[in-house]
C-alpha cells in the first residue's frame, strides 16, 4: 500500500537530481488520474448491478427469466454481446475517440448488468 505520507526522500530517476516538487507535482497528478480510473469503474459495476438487479426483479417473471427459457436469438445476443464489445474496443482503441470508447465503456457496463442477472436468477432462486 502506498505510503502519500512519506517523509523520506525520494531516490532520483537514473541518476537524475531530485526534486521535491517536481516529484510531489507527478504523484498529485498520477494519484488524479488514478482516482478517476477508480471512479469510472465503480461507477460501472454500480450500473450493471442496477441493471442486473431491475432486469431480474420478480423471479420467474422477470424480463431475464423470460428471455432465458424461451430461448431464441435475443438470448445468445445477452450472453455473448459483452464479449463483442470487448473484442471492439481493444481491436480499434487507436481508432475511435475518447467518446466513442466511453460509451463503449457504459454500453459495456450495461451489457454485462443484463448478463449477470441471468445468472443471479440461476443461482439465487
Same mark, same amino acid.
Given at each position: 500500500?502506498?505510503?502519500? $505520507? !512519506?517523509?523520506? =526522500?525520494?531516490?532520483? =530517476? ?9 516529484? +510531489?507535482?507527478? !504523484?498529485?497528478? /498520477?494519484?488524479?488520474?488514478?482516482? $478517476? ?9 454500480? /450500473? #450493471? ?10 423471479? +420467474? @417473471?422477470? =424480463? ?12 445468445y445476443v445477452i450472453i455473448f454481446a459483452p ?6 474496443? @481493444?481491436?480499434?482503441q487507436n481508432r475511435m475517440s475518447t467518446g466513442t470508447m466511453q ?10 448488468? /443484463? #448478463?449477470? @442477472? ?5 443461482? @439465487?432462486?
Amino acid at each position: 500500500m502506498a505510503n502519500w $505520507s !512519506d517523509p523520506r =526522500p525520494r531516490a532520483a =530517476p537514473f541518476g537524475a537530481a531530485a526534486t521535491g516538487a517536481r516529484t +510531489e507535482a507527478y !504523484d498529485a497528478g /498520477l494519484r488524479a488520474y488514478m482516482l $478517476s480510473v477508480y471512479n469510472y469503474m465503480a461507477s460501472a459495476v454500480l /450500473l #450493471s448491478g442496477i441493471v442486473a438487479l431491475l432486469f431480474a426483479w420478480g423471479g +420467474e @417473471s422477470s =424480463p431475464a427469466a423470460q428471455i432465458m427459457m424461451g430461448g431464441g436469438l435475443l438470448k445468445y445476443v445477452i450472453i455473448f454481446a459483452p464479449l463483442a464489445i470487448v473484442f471492439g474496443m @481493444s481491436f480499434g482503441q487507436n481508432r475511435m475517440s475518447t467518446g466513442t470508447m466511453q460509451a463503449m465503456f457504459w454500453g459495456f457496463a450495461v451489457l454485462m448488468g /443484463l #448478463s449477470m @442477472s441471468t445468472i443471479f436468477l440461476v443461482y @439465487s432462486g
